[in-house]
């Protein structure tokens, strides 16, 4: 099994400019960062879709100890200390697991105008975001040592606000209660961009001591973007396009049934392949879950998947039939 020292810090993601790159549909692009602040070591989400997980408790921000579990979308890591080191251990063991290789054509363009930005502005981090409707997710960041995560407060207040092109914050805000009108001095700069229709571009800048100059860091990023704008465009254009064909595909090969499910990750591939066990065998079934997620679905794919497929599908509602003539209406007499 692979390990990663954290000699500072470290991202881990989808992305291939991250230091741990986990090649998973369930892992987000920029999933978490781990870093190390004295002797102990810390580990951040950032943003995640499906969340990161310590010890089967879903987190923000936590501490970690040595032999703690954590669960990025399926994907198993475990904290290891070591000589004075901290390492994080792959306990997954996957061809898709690995570490830092060379980034991809897009990913040196997002990093390349990133980087272009950030000098522009002399800003300490850059974060940058895509927005897909209601969805946010980290794409790519370029920052300083110990500048910190994007605020979870500024990133939903610039979410509702009426006018998404621009806002200033006066500072990183650690706690959903602080107030974004009473802290000094200037230091974060969200900017927006619309890439294409129901997707767009934030950039979110950090200063560690304060922008001196707002109007032209907000003018350098808006120039700097449009430099950028038809190659990002394209990128970010393609990327829609693999995932509508992806998409396309499942739907296509579940047509041959006829109650389709249709899904992308791990976890629903892993459990279609029980399902179609379960339909080889004469075994009874019992599958639990919530209202809506699709018990009824697995049972007729189980049914059609067997060799009762030519029989009929039979629903029975149980709770209501008497406790008393329940043997009698499902078995007769």
């Known amino acids: 099994m692979e390990r990663f020292l954290i000699k500072k810090s470290a991202t881990a993601g989808r992305n291939q400019n991250c230091d741990i790159i986990l090649q998973f549909p369930t892992i987000s692009g920029v999933h978490c960062r ?69 980034p991809e054509k897009k990913d040196k363009v997002f990093i390349e105008l990133l ?75 969200v900017s927006q961009f619309s890439v294409q229709q129901n997707s767009n571009l934030w950039f979110y800048c950090y200063f560690k001591s304060g922008c001196k100059n707002h109007q032209e860091s907000e003018l350098a990023v808006r120039n700097c973007f449009l430099d950028f704008y038809e190659i990002v465009k394209d990128f970010v254009e393609e990327e829609t396009r693999i995932i509508k064909e992806k998409v396309h595909e499942r739907t296509e090969e579940a047509k041959d049934t006829k109650y389709a499910m249709v899904g992308m990750s791990q976890p629903f591939f892993k459990v279609k392949e029980l399902a179609l066990k379960a339909a080889a065998s004469d075994f009874p079934v019992l599958i639990i879950g919530k209202s809506g997620t699709g018990k009824e679905l697995f049972a007729r794919f189980i049914h059609e998947n067997s060799k009762r497929a030519d029989k009929p599908f039979v629903i029975v509602n149980c709770p209501a039939i008497p406790g008393t003539l329940a043997e009698t209406e499902l078995f007769g007499h």
Do not use: H
Not at 72 to 84: I, P, T
Not at 143 to 162: C, E, G, Q, W
């Open 34 to 102: 781990f870093f190390v602040e004295g002797d102990s070591l810390f580990v951040q989400d950032l943003f995640s879709k499906n969340g990161t997980i310590v010890n089967r408790k879903k987190i923000k921000k936590s501490s970690l100890m040595q032999g703690d579990t954590i669960d990025l979308g399926g994907v198993k890591l475990q904290v290891e200390f070591e000589n004075g080191n901290w390492y994080i251990l792959l306990k997954t063991a996957d061809s898709n697991i690995s570490f830092n290789k060379k």
């Open 115 to 189: 980087r272009k930005i950030k000098n522009e502005i002399n800003c300490d981090g850059i974060y940058l975001f895509e927005r897909q409707n209601k969805s946010v997710v980290l794409k790519e960041l370029l920052a300083d040592d110990n500048v910190p995560p994007p605020s979870r407060t500024i990133i939903k207040y610039f979410l509702t606000r009426k006018t998404k092109e621009s806002l200033w914050a006066m500072k990183d805000l650690p706690l959903s209660s602080d107030s974004i009108t009473n802290l000094q001095p200037f230091s974060v700069l």
